[in-house]
């Protein structure tokens, strides 16, 4: 084949699959125990704006967030469909499900009754956990996770603009089951990504602000018997590069960041400790990632206007035991 047959048919093959890229790992943390050799990221949605916060629910649908859409989206593994789930939706970022099978979001707009933890009931209500500590306003409820007691942990950032800001901290906070609302933590600057260990001891948070020297680490603190957190360590930092958006945590405690913009964007996989083991890059800056499929071994992306799919020999970590709706 001529030199410049050859490279247009690259060109070519390169332009009609752009939705899957092989596992690399730019700095060399390969690790066939968690990803197989030759697992790929696949694109199974596009045409949003900016995705975020997926989320398995108890049939095994996928939600995932339509941020600057204002709405909350649905894809169904089954069938390939996409559908709306909920709009407007405060413009949901990260979602999660309680042991019940309700969805609880995180919503950051203030004109459509934002700022604050909502969950939906399942006749559709939609009714709000947090929207105001001390009597002020929260800033803009970014991610959340919740312990096996039922306690609800959430960051509460705010990122672009100040008006109309409250608080006096951008902060980690808890609701517990009796609904009472405590500042955790606010020793950060942008609280971002948060998960909390099955043994209940172990808070690790993104701290990630985007501004020129702002911090950009994942950060771990042991949580006391009293509900309290202490000895905070840094795990790893991605500066000066594009820190941790949103994360999952696998049944082995190994943990699942969405880092890095360019060639460095995609999915660094730690283990409890914070040693990197493996890398999975994505064609756009992931934003969030969670586990689903049957057997919770299929990571689900989100990143840029995308959601994307890759299959893992690890398993994602299960809360609750799943309902049936």
């Known amino acids: 084949m ?42 199974v949605a596009s045409g949003f704006r900016f995705t975020e916060g997926p989320v398995m629910d108890h049939n095994g649908n996928i939600l ?15 069938s390939g469909r996409v559908g709306v789930f909920r709009e407007p939706s405060g413009r949901a970022n990260g979602l999660e499900f309680d042991a019940q099978g309700r969805l609880l979001a995180c919503e950051g707009d203030s004109t459509d009754g934002g700022r604050r933890v909502s969950r939906t009931e399942k006749d559709g209500r939609v009714v709000a956990l947090a929207d105001s500590y001390n009597g002020k306003r929260l800033n803009s409820p970014n991610d959340l996770h919740l312990d096996s007691r039922g ?58 602000n985007n501004e020129e020297g702002g911090n950009k680490t994942l950060n771990a603190y042991d949580i006391l018997s009293d509900g309290r957190v202490a000895n905070k360590r840094i795990l790893h930092d991605f500066a000066p590069g594009r820190g941790i958006d949103g994360m999952a945590i696998d049944a082995e405690g190994n943990i699942y960041a969405t880092a890095g913009s360019g060639d460095q964007a ?18 756009e800056d992931p934003t969030n990632c969670a586990f689903g499929g049957p057997d919770r071994s299929t990571l ?4 840029g206007q995308s959601l994307y799919r890759i299959r893992l020999n690890a398993r994602g970590r299960l809360i609750y035991p799943l309902l049936k709706q």
């Open 2 to 43: 001529k030199p410049d047959l050859l490279r247009k048919t690259f060109v070519i093959l390169c332009a009609l699959a752009p939705w899957w890229r092989p596992l690399v790992s730019p700095q060399g943390h390969e690790d066939t125990r968690l990803v197989p050799s030759g697992a790929v990221v696949e694109k």
């Open 64 to 78: 995932f967030t339509d941020i600057p859409n204002n709405r909350i989206m649905v894809y169904n593994p089954a």
């Open 151 to 208: 306690n609800i942990y959430f960051t509460d950032p705010r990122y672009g603009d100040r008006k109309g800001v409250e608080q006096d901290k951008e902060a980690v906070y808890r609701i517990d089951p009796s609904g009472k609302i405590t500042r955790v933590l606010d020793d950060v600057q942008r609280p971002n990504g948060i998960l909390i260990s099955a043994d209940n001891k172990t808070l690790y948070l993104a701290d990630n």
């Open 266 to 283: 995609g999915v660094y996989v730690f283990s409890p400790q914070g040693k990197q083991l493996t890398f999975i890059k994505t064609p």
């Open 300 to 303: 689900y992306i989100t990143a």
